[in-house]
């Protein structure tokens, strides 16, 4: 078995409540580590509306959706925490008075004292186009993600969308592609303009294939692709000769794994205790969206608070035989010293 990262307490979800996390626990001498499925921190703030205004975090009249994620990375700056993005938690289980196992799926074991549970809405799956057999391709030839971009070098690829995700990896995946096609079902994008246009010219000078339609046909055997063919708007049927099929239709929220990690769930939250944050089981605690309780309102604030709470307690699975002295970072130099101020 791979050898155990351990930590003492594992948060599971980057998004702004998980973030806001190891700055509680960090206030506490307590280390962690965070995964997400994401390739990026901020959960839905960053993936959702990055640049939507938001109104309501305490003392900050407006912010980005992602201007909160930076200024929550700059705040968790002191305490280091380490990141294990583009990895999804698939099991969870206590196997000792504290210590939890926690896997993913890409293989990282991890043992840790306490467990956070920061899933908010659970995990952004990709959403699967309409077409017909793409099953059996999928994880073979037809990928919702790029891993590693090499896996695609001298490869005949075809991208489907019209947003960021599809430009941005039409203009990275091009220069390394044997032959690339963009397939969007209208010629009007939603993606950055910069990218529209910077895609626009590797068209014009016949570094991608743009086609407007949508995919329909799958050819291929064994998971592997041979050609898409690509119903136009006028009818017209094109056939493109392929290895891999690539498309961005946008993310869903799923409730994912948590269902499998033995809890006792209400309409797909975790019950836990207001005071503590804890769910059933001793040192496994519940913060943000994915929780639920008497009067339980999503919102951010609300996360931050469930965070200062559980960092309290995870305390004692930390350091069974410390006693917790509350201090305020106004007035304690060991918590300034802590945070590279004093
Ligand atoms: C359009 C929109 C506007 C909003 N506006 C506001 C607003 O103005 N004010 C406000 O307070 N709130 C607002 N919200 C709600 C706010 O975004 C959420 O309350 C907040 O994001 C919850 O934070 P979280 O950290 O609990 O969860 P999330 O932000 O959902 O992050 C959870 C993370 O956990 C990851 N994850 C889940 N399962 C796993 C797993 N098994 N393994 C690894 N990672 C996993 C996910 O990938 C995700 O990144 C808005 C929401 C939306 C959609």
Known sequence: MTEPIKTDVLIIGAGPVGLFAVFELGLLDIKAHLVDILDKVGGQCAELYPEKPIYDIPAIPQISGQGLVHALMEQIKPFNPTFHLGEMVTTLEKIGEPLFRVTTDRGKVFEAKAVAIAAGGGSFQPKRPPINGIEPYEGKSVH??????????????????????????????????????????????RGAPDSVNKMRALVANGGVDLKIGQVTLLEGGDGQLTAASIKGNDGTVTRVECDALLPFFGLTMKLGPVADWGLKLDDDLIPVDTGTFETEIPGLFAIGDINTYPGKVKLILCGFHEAALMAQRAYHYVFPEKRLVFQYTTSSTNLQKKLGVA
């Open 144 to 189: 919702y993600a790029v891993r590693k971009m090499d896996t695609f070098r001298d490869k005949r690829l075809v991208i489907v969308g019209g947003g960021d995700s599809a430009l941005d990896w039409t203009l990275n995946l091009a220069p390394i592609a044997k032959r690339l096609t963009l397939v969007h079902r209208r010629d009007d994008f």
